[in-house]
């Protein structure tokens, strides 16, 4: 074997491996050395690494369900109790009218709630706090707050999550028409 292909194979399955060390076991790598290789005379790169903790760094969430119109009447005739229906808009809006069994919690004014502690959480918004098991569907007045709070609220451990994109201006055009 020429000493060209023996060094593009060595570098090849030197960087593969590198790339699955630092992306399945989350190290970072803290320099890198050169040595001189036993088997040739061109140098080889060498990594240390040092690994801060045994969770990993980047986490990938599931993907948050999208409903429509019909799915929401649907839990709003017939609630579920591992289900809950988020409003993300202000409390003046809130109030201005919302989907039946909504809870309020503003995303703008209260980004963190979810991540408070359960007895602060009472304190503020005067309601039990969801717990992570149950599946928080999240809705705004256009989509737009809703989509937001739905992604921090993964990285604050909910991972069954839901987005009603159409949010209150849709749910309102369709309960308009039924009148």
């Known amino acids: 074997m020429s000493r060209l292909i023996t060094r593009s194979i060595v570098r090849t399955n030197l ?8 992306l399945v076991t989350q190290r970072t790598p803290v320099s890198s050395l050169f040595v001189q290789s036993t088997t ?10 040092r690994s801060y903790s045994k969770q990993p760094i ?7 369900k999208v409903y ?8 709003t005739e017939a609630p579920d109790s591992n289900v809950v229906l988020v409003d993300v808009r202000e409390p003046d809006e809130y109030k201005a009218g919302f989907i039946p069994g909504a809870v309020n919690i503003p995303f703008k004014s209260s980004p963190g709630a979810l991540n408070l502690s359960k007895e602060d959480f009472l304190d503020t918004f005067e309601f039990e706090k969801p717990s992570k098991d149950k599946e928080l569907i999240f809705y705004c007045l256009g989509g737009v707050r809703s989509s937001a709070a739905e992604e921090l609220a993964g990285t604050f451990g909910y991972l069954t999550r ?3 994109i159409g949010s209150w201006e849709d749910w309102v055009a369709h309960e308009d028409k039924k009148k």
């Not at 960087?15 to 630092?22: E, G, K, M, Q, V």
């Open 15 to 22: 960087l593969t491996n590198l790339r699955r060390s630092a």
């Open 58 to 64: 980047i986490t990938e969430e599931p993907p948050a």
């Open 162 to 164: 839901g987005n009603y």
């Open 40 to 49: 040739n005379k061109y140098a080889v790169p060498v990594f240390l690494f």
């Open 68 to 75: 429509n119109y019909e799915q929401i009447k649907d839990i």
